[in-house]
């Protein structure tokens, strides 16, 4: 089999021949024939996330070695079947849940909380991942249908549509008449904007720097938006929105987002942290107790949030995102065209 694979953190990706896993136990084998190119994988590219003040969280010491597979957003056809596998035959296709436990701790036997397993087989940050011909999957389990759903499409659900999905899902309840802002209208952003009217009733505001995000957004259903690169643009969202938000979704993840998105919170309002740029936050203190804000992280989703997810996908409750299919050689361009911006939507990689 081919993989692209990372030899040398923050150098260019490298395709290589290796063998073909053999499936153990309840492991399937997967023929991969589409893998999303996520935001996250450039931190992983990097060899670790930036956390500030020259703090560097090295994904090393999280176990992860060169070299390595990353995608964490596959899809594909089931090959071959450990002995112990069951609950899907050879040839069927599936998206790969790839948020993946331990398998032995409290968490991971409950699928609500699988995420905080301290000890993660994430396929394609922890373990090998999607830029590649085949991937193990540790059991059938995580396997979901897409039947109905463009491939191209479906596999970038088990990362950016989820995330997205899920941080809508961690809102207050809220009406008709109250704000949201998304911060943010890159693949995961965007994907938001798409899902929110499935999740919430509130009305939709998107803040991005980019004049071509914010036209993408406002076509897939974003009641306005607003530069957040304009000195006045905190003034713009008070104004707008008689107060201030009910909520915002930072999926950008920089202190001058995180900032923004409080800045522009009515009292009681909740921002939900998604990205993961980097760096320190800049958010007073006192600004919790005075203005009676909550903030909070949102990862990815679970299992059941996944198959929820794609229930109103086959529904058409939730319009596609743009998505551009590029070989699998050409997985560096990718990452190029991340770094600089140059992305709306996805990108797939087809193997």
């Not at 395709?15 to 084998?29: A, N």
């Not at 059991?139 to 659900?157: E, H, P, R, S």
């Not at 713009?236 to 938000?245: D, F, P, S």
Request: hydrophobic share 40%.
């Amino acid at each position: 089999m081919r993989a692209m694979q990372v030899i040398e953190w923050g150098k260019p990706l490298e395709l290589r021949e290796m063998e073909t896993p053999e499936p153990k136990g309840r492991e399937v084998l997967v023929r991969i024939t589409a893998c999303g190119v996520c935001h996250s994988d450039l931190h992983i590219w990097e060899g670790g996330f930036n956390l500030g003040d020259g703090e560097f969280a090295r994904v090393e010491d999280r176990g992860v070695y060169t070299p390595f597979t990353m995608g964490h957003e596959p899809l594909g056809t089931v090959e071959k079947l450990g002995p112990e596998a069951e609950g899907v035959e050879v040839g069927g296709s599936y998206i790969v849940y790839p948020w993946i436990g331990c398998g032995d701790c409290a968490h991971c036997r409950d699928t609500e909380t699988e995420l905080l397993c301290a000890s993660p087989r994430v396929i394609g940050t922890r373990v090998d991942g999607g830029y590649a011909d085949y991937v193990i999957v540790p059991d059938a389990k995580y396997l979901v249908d897409y039947t109905g759903v463009d491939q191209n499409l479906a596999c970038t659900y088990a990362c950016s549509g989820l995330t997205a999905y899920s941080a809508l899902k961690k809102l207050p309840e809220l009406g008709a008449e109250d704000h949201v802002m998304t911060i943010g209208a890159g693949g995961v952003g965007l994907s938001a904007v798409h899902f929110a009217s499935a999740v919430t009733p509130a009305k939709i505001l998107t803040a991005d720097v980019d004049g071509t995000k914010r036209a993408a957004a406002r076509q897939v259903g974003a009641h306005d938006t607003i530069d957040n690169a304009e000195a006045d643009a905190v003034a713009k969202v008070l104004e707008m929105t008689g107060g201030g938000v009910a909520a915002t979704i930072d999926f950008v993840g920089r202190p001058e987002t995180s900032r923004f998105g409080v800045d522009c919170l009515r009292k009681g309002g909740v921002q939900v942290q998604v990205g993961l740029y980097g760096e320190k936050s800049s958010v007073p203190l006192p600004f919790f107790p005075l203005k009676m804000i909550s903030m909070l992280g949102s990862y990815v989703g679970n299992l059941r949030e996944m198959r929820e997810l794609m229930e109103l996908v086959k529904d058409g409750r939730v319009p596609p995102i743009p998505i551009e299919t590029r070989p699998l050689e050409a997985a560096n361009s990718a990452l190029d065209d991340l770094v600089a911006g140059n992305v709306l939507g996805r990108v797939v990689l087809k193997p």
